[in-house]
């Protein structure tokens, strides 16, 4: 499988075609999607047309654009004009964008092409990608289990070659956990680097659009495509863009790593700590130094996280009633509140419901202050923690999971046991740091372990030089899923 | 202010085709965020300056979350002043005048908002087989003036939205004159019932009417030991009544939080300084100068004021013509009750300041008499046709001719005999006469002229006798 790194070089040498790594993408997709679901939208077509006009600019010599030619998978909550976009709800299975995400534009200014928009948990609410109205999506490690989520299809497709990189969103692990499960690198942005204008809301305040990528240069280089101002979006930060590639080097000397021993707590499997662990020693075999520390905060990360998502969501969500846009209902002879009330017991599935309705409870008066205000300063503690832990270390490492990828199944059933596997994600979302997952080995029966590397605000630098050189000195990325 | 609260689209969406002043962001459509107009805050901050609030440094918006079809995201970004929420503005006043005394009325809060889309019914609402909704309106800023319960008639609360509206119109953050740029929520609330809030109010004059109703109705209630229930009610136009929308039982707990796609901004004391310094001239400083300038009496200046197009109108005036006071009562009398009466607004007659100036000067000059000067006067504010040319086109100018008028006396005195030998014998009898003539030529003759001629012509007489 070719990087995105190697298509942009080969097509400006004129070695290759962008038509035929298109083609060879939907060869791949043809021949594994039956059985992984990655895509709820295959744009076929779109993107073959696409790779004809690039040749065509190719051949009178202009090659622009720093994804020139890749293949990209976009996660189905980032509007694409005049492709739908559906969060893999019923509610929005029929709802196309009259405009592109700001991420889209610069994707397209770029050169790269679309292949399809991926498939997820329902709005983005899951860990499993088995909440998707479209059916769950496989994990190409193995079948019988789960590809992480939300960004399951993104991160399944990347690591089956069904898309060369692909763009996810984290809200509280949804690129990391799924990066984790499929053995691929998934980046969760500095909250404010990259802009929302476009990613349809789930918990505002906690998600960022993020790269996700079969290695870390291709990491590097979709996120130095994606990231920079954009004066749509209020939350965005006024910084220059940068190329990331340019610190991708071998060094790790002197780089002093924080341990937390928070992120080893209860439910974490054995296999899991002794993985990261090993990870953690290598970089230190390679001139890093560490240390354990603790972070006391993170033991309400999970409630904080929960509680302000869900409220968030709540209002987030109330737009779909079936008034304009979405799925709707025959307009029976009722008041206007029996009928959002009808579309929205049938457009939204259970899991986003049990969210709205928790949501809508935390923020009602007389519980605000017990629920929503009190996270908030859970927030802010869990920030002062990570400050302070920041004056000590350089980068702080890991587990992205408690636990390797479980069955299709498993969980669905028990929410909580669910909620739990967020527990070493959120807190880099609750504290808006950049937070990097990237292979670091493997269980005995083969299914991927990742490390989870959490830097200061806006030092994705840092994150991507550490894990480059992990990466450069270990094998994990070279291994190939199966299903391929 | 051009563009609505969080996005680029005009804010002037009155005769648009519905839906098409719209864009993403106003449609609350999925993925969309709020950016918002400085220009806004810039207002809302003169806004709150002007009504001698305290302006809070700190802006931060809130959401809050009720299903409504006139709300796109069925929440409206909003502020608030509880639960860490700031308003722009909070603790003002206004002093208004009631029959002579100065009152102050308090403004509990001054906060921005974003203005949901428009429904409408056919017919009555609670009587429409369907409703359609317009969202051109959606999303434009609204300035919402919180006062507390200090009004204690619906008179006062008519004094207190004029007077609003003068200090808005003064600051230049709106057009009062555009339909819906002023709404207003009224709460009414008397002793032994609860406070009830009427909505759907369009005007000064309804605000009146709707409170007067509200008042009687409620005391109604309570004389007939009924009480009179916390509500929401809607103000029925056409059919005069208000008409219950929700109970308090009913209403949403609005579950206020802070809109996370808007981070917290500061306003610097430079900022507002700023703001305030280039603040306009005020309508109370400005009843100051006319009377000190113009040598008003306090009742014109304050009158002319009430109204800022009125007020630029007759300074316009004194501009081309250095007679204020002259200026100031045909403005108040003739040009006021016209426009009233035919419910217009000043700029929405023909009525140009260069054109009254030179109907004023007519009658200074002799050329036309005032009562002449009060028929011209509707046709230049309907047409817009110049005096001189109206006068002339329907031959209203002055007779001064004596050949003319010699004439004139020669057929009335043929005509009434009688009335010349009375004149003969009795001085005051002559006034019939001076009459007679004026009716010929429609009030255009020369009264004092007519009246020394026909003396003349009588004294002839008598010498002939």
């Known amino acids: 499988m070719l990087s995105a790194r190697e298509i942009v070089s080969r097509v400006k040498s004129g070695e290759l075609k962008v038509t035929e790594i298109v083609e060879s993408t939907f060869d791949r997709v043809s021949k594994t999607e039956d059985r992984l679901n990655c895509y709820v939208t295959i744009l076929q077509e779109e993107a073959l047309k696409r790779a004809r006009l690039l040749d065509e600019s190719a051949s009178k010599g202009k090659v622009h654009g720093r994804l020139f030619g890749v293949p990209v998978a976009v996660k189905d909550n980032i509007c694409t004009k005049g492709v739908r976009t559906t969060c893999s709800s019923r509610i929005l299975a029929n709802f196309k964008p009259v405009y592109n995400a700001t991420v889209i534009e610069r994707l397209e200014r770029e050169g790269a092409v679309i292949i399809g928009k991926t498939n997820m948990d329902e709005f983005a609410m899951g860990v499993s990608t088995e909440t998707s109205y479209f059916g769950p999506t496989r994990n190409p490690w193995d079948l019988t289990r789960v590809p992480g989520g939300s960004s399951g299809g993104s991160a399944a497709a990347v690591a089956a070659g069904e898309a060369t990189v692909a763009l996810g969103s984290d809200t509280g692990g949804s690129i990391r956990c799924p990066a984790s499960f499929c053995s691929i690198v998934g980046l969760k942005p500095t909250y404010g680097s990259v802009s929302r204008y476009g990613l349809i809301a789930y918990a505002n305040s906690l998600e960022q659009i993020g790269p996700m990528a079969r290695d870390v240069y291709d990491c590097a280089l979709l996120f130095s495509v994606i990231a920079g101002h954009d004066p749509r979006d209020s939350t965005s930060v006024n910084l220059k863009p940068k190329d990331y590639t340019v610190f991708l080097r071998e060094e790790v000397k002197g780089v002093k790593i924080g341990v937390p021993k928070e992120f080893f707590g209860e439910g974490t499997q054995k296999v899991v700590e002794e993985t990261v662990w090993k990870a953690v020693h290598k970089l230190e075999d390679l001139g890093a130094e560490y240390d354990t520390c603790s972070l006391p905060s993170l033991e309400y990360a999970l409630a904080a996280y929960y509680i302000i998502a869900m409220s968030e969501a709540s209002s987030n969500l109330a737009r779909y009633d079936g008034l304009r846009y979405g799925y709707s209902e025959e307009f029976t002879d009722t008041d206007w509140f029996t009928y959002i009330a009808k579309v929205r017991r049938n457009g939204f599935g259970p899991e986003v419901r049990r969210r709205i309705i928790l949501g809508t409870f935390t923020l009602s008066s007389g519980y605000y202050n017990r629920y929503y205000l009190k996270a908030l300063k859970v927030r802010t503690l869990i920030r002062m923690d990570f400050e302070k832990a920041f004056k000590r270390f350089d980068v702080l490492a890991a587990p992205t999971m408690p636990t390797p990828p479980f069955k299709l199944g498993e969980k669905i059933e028990n929410p909580l046991e669910l909620y739990m596997c967020d527990i070493d994600t959120v807190p880099a979302n609750l504290a808006g740091l950049p937070s990097i997952s990237i292979p670091c080995g493997f269980t005995t029966s083969g299914l991927p372990v990742g490390l989870q590397l959490i830097a200061p605000p806006f030092r994705e630098d840092l994150l991507f030089r550490v894990a480059y050189t992990f990466e450069k000195n270990t094998g994990y990325v070279k291994e190939e899923p199966e299903v391929i | ?465």
């Open chain 2, 1 to 465: 202010m051009k563009t609505k609260l969080f996005c680029g689209c005009p804010s002037d969406y009155r005769g648009k085709k519905p839906n098409t002043n719209v864009c993403p962001v106003c449609l609350g459509l999925p993925g969309t965020l709020p950016v918002v107009n400085k220009k806004a805050v810039e207002y809302a901050v003169m806004a709150a300056a002007a009504l001698n609030c305290k302006i809070n440094h700190k802006i931060l918006f809130f959401r809050k979350n009720y299903f409504y079809p006139d709300l796109p995201k069925n929440f409206q970004i909003s502020q608030y002043d509880r639960a860490g929420g700031l308003p722009i503005g909070t603790d003002g006043y206004v002093e208004i005048k009631v029959k002579n005394a100065k009152k102050k009325v308090r403004i509990g809060r001054v906060h921005l908002e974003e203005d949901p889309g428009r429904l409408t019914y056919l017919g009555p609402i609670d009587r429409s087989p369907y409703t359609l909704v317009d969202y051109n309106r959606s999303g434009i800023a609204l300035l919402e003036i919180v006062t507390l319960p200090d009004l204690n008639s619906p008179k006062e609360a008519r004094i207190l939205l004029r007077k609003l509206r003068s200090i808005l119109e003064h600051l230049g953050v709106f057009d009062g004159s555009l339909e819906g740029a002023m709404r207003c929520d009224a709460n009414v609330s008397i002793e032994g019932g609860s406070r009830v809030e009427i909505k759907n109010i369009s005007s000064f004059k309804e605000v009146e009417r709707a409170l007067t109703y509200e008042i009687i109705r409620q005391r109604d209630l309570l004389s007939k030991e009924r009480r009179v229930l916390r509500e929401t009610r809607h103000w029925d136009e056409r059919r005069r009544v208000t008409i219950s929308l929700r109970t308090k039982e009913e209403e949403q707990d609005y579950r206020y939080f802070p809109e996370p796609d808007l981070p917290v901004f500061l306003l610097d004391d430079t900022f507002i300084k700023n703001v305030v310094s280039s603040m306009p001239e005020l309508p109370d400083a400005r009843i100051e100068r006319f009377k000190k300038m113009y040598g008003l009496p306090e009742y014109d200046a304050e009158v002319l004021v009430a109204d800022k197009r009125i007020a630029d109108f007759f300074e316009e005036c004194v501009k081309l013509y250095n007679q204020p006071k002259k200026i100031s009562n045909w403005v108040m009398s003739d040009v006021l009750r016209y426009l009233y009466e035919n419910n217009l607004e000043i700029h929405e007659s023909k009525l140009s300041p260069k054109h009254l100036v030179e109907m004023i000067k007519m009658i200074d000059e002799g050329e036309i008499s005032g009562k002449i000067a009060k028929k011209v006067l509707p046709e230049m504010i309907v047409t817009g046709k110049d005096p001189r040319e109206i006068v002339k086109e329907k031959n209203l100018l002055r007779i001064s001719s004596i050949q003319e008028i010699k004439a004139l006396i020669k057929t009335v005195f043929e005509e009434n005999r009688k009335a010349v030998e009375d004149a003969l014998k009795d001085e005051k009898a002559i006034h019939f006469l001076v009459g007679q003539v004026m009716r010929k030529t429609r009030g255009r003759a020369d009264p004092e002229l007519t009246h020394n001629l026909i003396k003349e012509e009588l004294d002839k007489l008598k010498k002939a006798n």
